[in-house]
């Protein structure tokens, strides 16, 4: 299978199915002397771990983390860093009602059509849980970035119609973190909790927004035709399984603006006095804080009955079993999180020899 692997400079693979016997990445491009240590990985893995509350599948996956390579006393070494998680929970008797029909919602009936086989425990590399590979590479990408000063508030936007408007920075990460939503507004919160009760109740599920604030991105990061920073950003983010749409700055609302409305002006020193651009003109960071959103659609597997075929094209009545998010946006936020910062390391390491002055700080020691 080809297309595991994002990246130029920075790549990352991963690695895994659902139910096989582990899940992970290989993240090679990392420069050596980055101070790395499992428990930075595995910070960003509790932040996507199942279980934490009733809106998560109850699969019971404490996922730790295991470095193979890449790391020695404490920094990297400049070589590829191999990660495992293994994979202990599965109850693969769960989808043995779907062995021979396609989900709704699922890549069930695609991959059969692409490689005339598929793994039906779970969905296999179609699988959410291929994202700990991402969120492993991404916590690395970050560690990288965060050492150069750009920092990171990616949260859930909306659940379902609940949403929230503004656009929230570091300030709020305390209200971010307290509840199991990943909300920076407690009422809204609140709203969206009864929300997925009811949902849950009906035995349906939800979807939603998740927006993403990288603020002291340096200008200049990302070419001007296809590595266009905001092209990479838009593939690595639309490349996660559940994303169905994907905005920079003012996004959709953008179209119907007009040019004096959505123009941001320059003032002293080439700063912008507004950002509906998002960070991004042209394809290149401006320095601004770069904002983007994923649009998440409703968890495919929901414990309705529906009404479906099998791979014989005979009707029936289809009941998802086994163990699922009744909204995915809450552990998807750190994902979306990780890929963002492995576009933009990415970027950043692809930049370094953009201009003659940055090579000559390198060479001329």
Not at 28 to 56: A, H, M, N, V, Y
Not at 181 to 196: G, Q, R, S
Not at 207 to 223: K, Q
Not at 260 to 266: I, K, T
Request: glycine share 12%.
């Amino acid at each position: 299978m080809s297309g595991s692997t994002f990246g130029n400079i920075l790549k990352i693979t991963t690695w895994g199915e659902s139910h096989g016997a582990a899940v992970g990445a290989v993240i090679d491009g990392i420069p050596s002397g980055l101070s790395l240590c499992e428990e930075d990985i595995q910070k960003f893995l509790d932040r996507r771990k199942p279980g934490q509350s009733k809106f998560t599948t109850g699969r019971a996956e404490d996922d730790k983390c295991e470095i193979l390579s890449g790391v020695f006393e404490g920094k990297t070494t400049g070589t590829p860093i191999s990660i495992m998680v293994r994979n202990k929970d599965h109850h693969s008797a769960d989808y043995s009602n779907i062995a021979e029909s396609y989900r709704p919602g699922h890549a069930d009936f695609t991959y059969d059509a692409k490689y005339g086989f598929r793994d039906y425990r779970g969905g296999g590399r179609s699988s959410g849980r291929e994202t700990i590979g991402r969120v492993m590479g991404g916590a690395i990408a970050v560690r990288l970035l965060e050492s150069l000063g750009v920092k990171f508030v990616t949260y859930t936007k909306a659940i379902g119609p609940v949403s929230i408007e503004d656009i929230y920075n570091e300030e709020a990460l305390d209200t971010i973190n307290s509840n199991p939503l990943f909300m920076p507004d407690k009422a809204k919160a609140d709203e969206a909790t009864k929300y997925l009760e009811s949902i849950i109740a009906d035995g349906d599920s939800a979807g939603g927004i998740i927006e993403c604030v990288i603020s002291n991105v340096p200008a200049g990061l990302g070419d001007p035709v296809f590595d266009k920073l905001s092209a990479n950003l838009a593939k690595a983010i639309c490349s996660i399984g559940a994303v169905k749409a994907f905005e920079i700055g003012d996004g959709t609302k953008a179209a119907t603006l007009k040019g004096s409305e959505n123009n941001d002006l320059f003032g002293k020193g080439g700063v912008l006095r507004t950002n509906h651009s998002g960070g991004i003109l042209g394809g290149i960071s401006t320095g601004a804080p770069i904002v983007l959103r994923a649009h998440i659609k409703p968890t495919p597997s929901i414990s309705s009955p529906q009404k479906n075929i099998n791979n014989k094209g005979e009707e029936i009545e289809l009941t998802i079993k086994g163990r699922h998010d009744p909204v995915i946006v809450p552990r998807a936020v750190v994902v979306v999180e990780s890929m963002a910062a492995i576009a933009i390391a990415d970027a950043l390491l692809a930049g370094a020899t953009s201009r003659m002055d940055n090579i000559f700080k390198i060479f001329k020691n």
